[in-house]
């Protein structure tokens, strides 16, 4: 497992958001570790690899040789990983696959178009903004209404699902919050601050039952001035995902700055598929 100056080492030399160790040591359930600058997560049998070398240059050499040596020493059943490239063979093997860019933005005021002005003005009105340290009941309601309306994956079900007791026992992480009465939220974002360049834009999501047009966007500004106030030289506003959210990052002026590449491998056959499959070769 990770010392305290092994996770200082990567919070100081982190640039993607699953370099924030206590983030993603909550939402794996598993522990932190550091081999040859590569940071990694384990949990019984499954390893969650961060392919982004933290100081030296990413190489496919490199990470295969790390990646391997994980393998050897874990023994895993399965590894999730993330990096910059995948080696070519990884194409036929990966049981999971996504391609994607992470998309960052400066903590400098951004030159605004007229529409997002005119829309934070009409929000400010309506909604209004809190830092807050803790979810509740609220939080709960637009992130059942959030599955119900756009089913995202199950993936994304299980990150918002998990927020809640991540708020409450991170120092480091914050929920903001777009209040349309006292009770209704009308969109809130999850941040986290512990990183030392960047803030991190963790997930977020806004009503339809109680839409406020301007709600997110008057978030992704509390986002800035918390980046700023923080001394941080940049927001990681996360994925493109789709066209829309695309859309949303970029009239901020956030722009697509590293590749990502995701992976599920498996070693491992499930006891009970080797099982069956023993059965019947017995009776061949």
Known sequence: MLTRDQEKYILDHAYVPE???GLMTSLS?????????????????????????????FTLEQ?????????NDFKPARIS???????????????QRDSDYYYTLGTAPPVLGDAVRRNLKKAARMVSVERG???????????????ALVKPPDRVKDLLHKMPRYIAEAPSAWVLNAWYTKNVLAAFYVVDLAAGQFANYIIGCYSKRNYVRGASDLLASE?????????????????????GIRRF????????????????????????????????????
């Open 29 to 57: 359930g598993g522990e932190g570790f550091l081999v040859d600058d590569f940071f990694f997560c384990r949990r019984n049998d499954w390893v969650i690899f961060v392919g982004y070398p933290l100081r030296q240059t």
């Open 249 to 284: 990052k970029a009239k901020w002026g956030a722009q697509p700055t590293r590749p990502y590449e995701m992976c599920e491998l498996v070693f491992k056959k499930p006891l009970l598929t080797t099982f069956f499959k023993s059965i019947m070769r017995a009776y061949k």
């Open 133 to 147: 340290s803790r979810m509740g009941d609220a939080h709960q309601e637009l992130m059942d209404e959030f599955v």
């Open 63 to 71: 990470f295969e040789a790390v990646l391997e040596k994980v393998k």
């Open 223 to 243: 986002l800035l001035a918390m980046g700023s106030e923080s001394g941080k030289n940049y927001i990681h506003m996360g994925l493109g995902i789709n066209d």
């Open 19 to 21: 370099h924030t160790v």
């Open 81 to 95: 990983l993330i990096a910059p490239q995948l080696p070519a063979p990884f194409n036929s093997t990966c049981r």
